[in-house]
């Protein structure tokens, strides 16, 4: 779970490099999640929200596109 969480972080780092107001917003997400779930013993919810958790580390990585304008009409 930890390797996970510490994942996510990283990941976040990585997609909003630059945005402070992302990262941010990301950050909360992800520590509201795994403390919101931080008391869960049943073994078959902790693998499910492991695996949510594991896809959206994917999507994050390949999903997400940071925009920068270069120019007036070129971003």
């Known amino acids: 779970v930890l390797k996970?969480?510490?994942l996510l972080?990283?990941?976040r780092q990585e997609?909003?490099?630059n945005d402070t107001r992302?990262?941010?917003a990301a950050r909360q997400k992800i520590n509201e999640e795994f403390k919101n779930n931080q008391d869960e013993t049943s073994e078959e919810?902790?693998?499910e929200l492991l695996?949510?958790?594991s896809d959206v580390e994917v999507i994050l990585r390949t999903s997400v596109i940071q925009a920068v304008h270069t120019?007036?009409?070129k971003i």
């Open 71 to 73: 120019d007036s009409d």
């Open 22 to 24: 992302a990262l941010e």
């Open 9 to 11: 972080h990283r990941t």
């Open 45 to 47: 919810k902790i693998n």
């Open 15 to 17: 997609v909003f490099k």
């Open 4 to 6: 996970l969480f510490k």
């Open 51 to 53: 695996k949510i958790a």
